[in-house]
């Protein structure tokens, strides 16, 4: 990976921060369904956890202003910040390492979205004082939904940055 200056850096965080609220806002009528957690893994695995965690904390701030602001844009945050820390420390040395993971990423990926699903509900469930289990059972269709809308987003996202980049 090759150096960048500052205002790269800060140029590369924004402009994808900027795509990311816009394809929230393109695919605001599909609850769960959005390219956003695959774009924030991409950015994990080629660019490293620290850009990803600025691009998906600026994303979500912003996209928050517009979508609504509350608490949970920032427990989205911190659901957002652990599945990047587990796919980038614990996932991707293993995709890097071995090259037959490779084919699974996008299978990981999917995967992966499930905890955000559980950290998210245990974290809405402590703040409005409801039972966890019955608030994260009751959300497992829109966590299925996005883990395979992460799933298949994933392959398209890799590819098309790949050209890019």
């Known amino acids: 990976m090759r150096e960048v200056s500052k205002s790269q850096f800060i140029s590369r965080i924004v402009m994808l ?24 893994l991409w950015v994990a695995y080629s660019w490293g956890l620290v850009d990803a965690l600025l691009v998906m904390a600026l994303s979500m701030l912003v996209s928050g202003i517009y979508l609504g602001f509350g608490m949970v844009v920032f ?3 911190i659901a ?21 993971f490779g084919k699974l990423e996008a299978v990981f990926a ?4 499930f905890l955000y699903g ?4 245990f974290l809405i469930a402590w703040q409005y004082s409801m039972p966890f289990f019955v608030y994260w059972l009751a959300g497992l ?3 299925l939904a996005h883990a395979l809308s992460t799933a298949l987003f994933y392959p398209i996202i890799v590819t098309i940055f790949r050209r890019i980049l």
């Open 17 to 40: 921060s900027a795509l990311t609220v816009a394809l929230r806002f393109v695919f605001v009528a599909f609850p769960n369904i959005k390219p956003v957690t695959a774009i924030f």
């Open 75 to 77: 427990w989205q945050i």
């Open 80 to 100: 957002y910040g652990l599945v990047l820390a587990v796919w980038s420390k614990l996932l991707v040395p293993i995709f890097k390492f071995h090259t037959n």
């Open 110 to 113: 999917g995967a992966l979205v």
């Open 118 to 121: 559980f950290v998210i509900s």
């Open 141 to 143: 269709s829109f966590d």
